[in-house]
């Protein structure tokens, strides 16, 4: 049957898209690709923190008094004891003066007690006992007189009543005598009132040094919150320090992380205010308890004192180094691919076709991971962006 020109036309348009057909479909699907690599490899965590210092102090008063004068300000590097803030003083300062006086009639009424009192009453006695010594003698006499009848009974009576008297003065001069001795009533007396007016004046003058408020440690003056002429109430902070040799980070990481952490892994920090200064840390904490509320685990970071353009409160960025690898082979994260199991695989361009391979990761790196088993550097592995499947022809149509 001889074919007609239209026919002719339609039969070459045919075939011609038959023929197209076949060679795009031997083409196969177009892909992204991904490129393995191999190299050093580092593990690590990363996250978010602040700096702290180990010591922050709240200078207030511990009552309320009148702000005389604030004797440094915020960026001041202060010594341990120096004076910060001096409060109105003037009662205070009376009342000290009165207490040391009370302390100074105190000792001098011990000083009495030893230069003049006691050995008044000492003298004293030795005088009552020579006036007893001379009315026995006039008492034992008299006695004798009478016996010999040249006296009446009424010269004994006096004499008795004379030596009785003697003998009661001794026993006064006695008893005075050892009251005002360095271990008598009197000496004990003017010791405990000398005790209680040393007390007295510690008290006054504590009371008096709380009124000039002293840094607790060397640091820096981070914050004031008054000025002078202001009325300083107890416990509300005047000035804020911090203080100590060591820096430290404070941050928090999911709990997913807590298996790849250690005491004393290094970390590698960098303050958002100063990206191009990267510093070293160590990790120093990790909390016994995850935050149940945010899933979370606190952590501290040791920093090395060197780096002084730190600040309290800064934001910083840490990564902190869990493992390494000197030779890893390593896939992008995004190229692994988990079947309906969890099992790990990819799929890798051989000869045009797609094939899955079976993986065995090893570290995770950001962005990246280490394949333990599975690829080889160079093998190219489509990444999950296309739709190709198993068996597949593919063809490539970029790589990164």
């Known amino acids: 049957m001889k074919l007609t020109r239209t026919q002719w036309i339609l039969l ?15 083409r196969g699907k177009a892909v992204e690709v991904v490129v393995v690599t191999q190299g050093p490899m580092v593990q690590s965590v990363v996250t978010t923190g602040r700096i702290a210092s180990v010591a922050r102090n709240d200078i207030a008063s511990q009552s309320t008094a009148r702000i005389e004068a604030i004797l440094v300000r915020e960026g001041d590097t202060v010594r341990a004891g120096q004076v910060l803030v001096r409060l109105r003083d003037d009662e205070a300062s009376a009342n000290l003066a009165q207490a040391r006086a009370t302390v100074t009639e105190a000792r001098g009424k011990i000083r009495q007690l030893a ?3 006691e050995p008044v009453s000492n003298q004293q006695l030795e005088q009552a006992r020579a006036t007893d010594t001379q009315a026995v003698r006039e008492l034992e006499r008299a006695r004798d007189l009478l016996k010999q009848g040249f006296v009446s009974q009424s010269r004994v009576d006096e004499a008795q009543r004379a030596a009785d008297t003697s003998a009661a003065a001794v026993r006064a001069a006695a008893t005075q005598a050892a009251g005002n001795s360095s271990s008598g009533a009197e000496a004990a007396l003017a010791q405990s009132r000398l005790e209680q007016a040393l007390a007295a004046e510690k008290a006054a003058a504590t009371r008096l040094d709380q009124l000039s408020l002293r840094s607790p440690a060397a640091g820096t003056v981070i914050s004031r919150a008054a000025d002078p002429g202001d009325t300083a109430q107890i416990g509300r902070a005047i000035l804020t320090l911090v203080s100590g040799d060591e820096t430290r980070i404070e941050a928090s990481v999911d709990e997913k992380n807590l298996g790849y952490l250690k ?8 303050a958002d205010a100063y990206p191009q200064r990267p510093f070293d840390a160590v990790l120093t904490f990790i909390a016994p308890a995850v935050d149940a509320q945010r899933g979370t685990v606190d952590l501290k970071l040791r920093v090395d004192k060197a780096v002084d353009y730190l600040r309290p409160d800064m934001t910083v960025s840490v990564e902190i180094i869990t493992a390494q690898e000197p ?10 691919r988990r079947d309906t199991n969890g099992a790990v695989y990819a799929l890798v361009n051989r000869d045009g076709r797609a094939e899955k391979v079976s993986l065995t ?3 995770r790196g950001i962005g990246s991971s280490q394949v333990v088993k599975g690829l080889v550097a160079g093998d190219r592995v489509i990444t999950p962006t296309t739709s190709a499947d ?11």
């Open 327 to 336: 030779n890893a082979i390593k896939l992008p994260t995004d190229a692994v």
């Open 390 to 400: 198993e068996g597949d022809r593919v063809r490539e149509q970029s790589q990164r």
């Open 361 to 363: 990761l090893g570290l």
């Open 115 to 117: 230069t003049v009192q």
């Open 12 to 26: 070459t348009v045919l075939v011609a898209g038959i023929l197209g057909l076949t060679i795009f479909s031997r």
């Open 263 to 270: 005491l004393n892994q290094t970390a590698r920090a960098t």
